[in-house]
């Protein structure tokens, strides 16, 4: 498979690096070569099986605004853009287009995730999320903390899940969900030893979707059929 990767940061540089480990061809654009999306046109898309998009908020709207309207397939791993979903989603269906999102490619964290709706199901609990990540990390809460809130208040719609952010350094990504009572705590907790498992899960991510018609899928969903 052919993939382009959006984004030569940490993370995007070693998503390329799990693509060409696992025999897929690979391109990439940084933000300068890539500016606005102008580079996402019809040729350079030929031929491409899946966009991997890991850029800014604002970047990732105009790079999907882009190949979703040449019907083309994107993954989604930058977050902080969510307000634009219902407009990618009908773009992708009006189109021809998919696109594959999600606040957390990790599979661990996709664990956690479901593991934080079967906690969110005790009674008598306060329920809080804490995060940590690198200093450079541009937004705060983080997607998959806010993930993990959604996910309580869709049990428990009348909790209040308040988030504490920390940047730290180059933390990876520290994920803590505390369920505390009168009488005792549960934590549930996912550490990121390395970005790799974020960047396998989108190069899997990115596989799975380029068998896939037009669509919008959020990895939530579909993570069981890697």
């Not at 105009?62 to 791993?77: D, K």
């Not at 549930?188 to 390395?194: E, G, N, P, Q, S």
Request: charged letters at 25%; proline letters at 2%.
């Amino acid at each position: 498979m052919l993939f382009l990767i959006l984004g030569k940061g940490k993370t995007g540089s070693l998503v390329a690096d799990v693509a060409r480990e696992r025999g897929h061809g690979v391109r990439a654009f940084d933000i300068h070569e890539n500016r606005g999306a102008s580079a996402l046109t019809a040729p350079t898309l030929a031929g491409v099986d899946a966009v991997i998009d890991f850029t800014s908020a604002e970047s990732a709207v105009e790079n999907m605004r882009a190949v979703l309207a040449l019907g083309c397939r994107i993954v989604v791993g930058t977050t902080g853009w969510y307000s634009h979903l219902a407009a990618m989603r009908e773009l992708a269906h009006r189109r021809g287009g998919s696109l594959l999102y999600g606040t957390n490619f990790s599979i661990g964290v996709q664990k956690l995730f479901r593991l934080t709706a079967e906690l969110a199901r005790l009674d008598g609990y306060a329920f809080s999320v804490t995060e940590t990540h690198h200093t450079t990390k541009l937004d705060a809460p983080s997607g998959t903390a806010l993930t993990l809130k959604e996910i309580i208040q869709s049990v428990r719609p009348e909790a209040d899940v308040p988030i504490t952010s920390h940047r730290v350094g180059d933390a990876r990504g520290e994920h803590v969900v505390l369920a505390k009572s009168d009488i005792d705590e549960l934590e549930l907790r996912h550490d990121a030893a390395t970005r790799r498992g974020f960047a396998l899960g989108a190069v899997r991510a990115a596989e799975w979707l380029s068998k896939q018609h037009s669509g919008a899928w959020d990895f939530r969903e579909i993570f069981d059929q890697l």
